[in-house]
């Protein structure tokens, strides 16, 4: 559903992604990590046409990101690592906003509400003012937002991010649920994560693919926890001489 070609994308003289090409199928959960700097997000806002990419190009859902970026939203739901929400409007109207940007009307609008406002566990907040919520709250309106065209492509930079443990719980488990019927990739820093939603783990560092494997191949092969194999690959990927 996600393939990936040769991208790259640079800002000035520093190259943020350097030739990343990888394919994600229905039903994987990627882990896409890396220390801070590493190119994941600049990947992640490509994949959602918020970024041109200097060479290379990705195909969602068939969709060519630079040929046809009107199809690609369509099939996609993005949550972006600082989520753009609009604090004087009510959580309601919010959705109801996004709802008529992406074309949800009548039977359907509310089909959609009804499923993603209690999916999102923001029935309490729906009528307030998105100002007054706190980070937490704002992140599940965030979710909200990505869901509510019920989009066969998730792409989730920090999904869990101002999240108490059981929301973040809650959260995890959601996406264990959508996992089956959709192609998700999942930026972390929270590795505990990365084991309990992701079935395949992709760490990159400054803008090149190092590991493409699993989260259990990879704790066997190192014989530690997933912290450990982070460290262990990105410290010696900054360590080696050029």
Do not use: W
């Amino acid at each position: 559903m996600i393939s990936i070609t040769e991208l790259r994308r640079s800002f000035g003289p520093i190259v943020a992604v350097d030739g990343v090409s990888f394919n994600v199928e229905k039903g994987q959960v990627l882990g896409f990590l890396g220390p801070n700097g590493a190119g994941k997000s600049t990947v992640m806002k490509m994949l959602a046409c918020f970024l041109r990419p200097d060479s290379g190009t990705a195909a969602i859902c068939g969709n060519d990101i630079l040929k046809n970026p009107i199809k690609v939203r369509q099939c996609i739901g993005y949550l972006a690592e600082n989520v753009p929400l609009y604090n004087e409007m009510t959580v309601g109207d919010f959705l109801n906003f996004v709802c008529d940007a992406r074309n949800i009307r009548g039977k359907d609008r509310k089909k959609s509400l009804d499923r993603v406002v209690p999916m999102c566990s923001i029935e309490s907040v729906y009528h307030q003012t998105i100002e007054t919520l706190s980070k937490g709250y704002k992140r599940r309106v965030g979710l909200a937002q990505t869901l509510i065209h019920d989009p066969e492509v998730l792409i989730l930079d920090e999904p869990t991010d101002g999240l108490d443990p059981n929301q973040k719980h809650e959260v995890r488990d959601l996406i264990n649920k959508m996992s089956q019927e959709k192609c998700i990739i999942v930026s972390t820093h929270i590795l505990e994560e990365v084991d309990a939603v992701c079935s395949r783990t992709i760490i990159i560092s400054r803008g090149k693919i190092l590991v493409d494997s699993t989260p259990k191949k990879l704790k066997e092969q190192y014989k530690c926890s997933l912290d450990e194999v982070f460290r262990k690959i990105t410290r010696a990927k900054q360590i080696k001489p050029v």
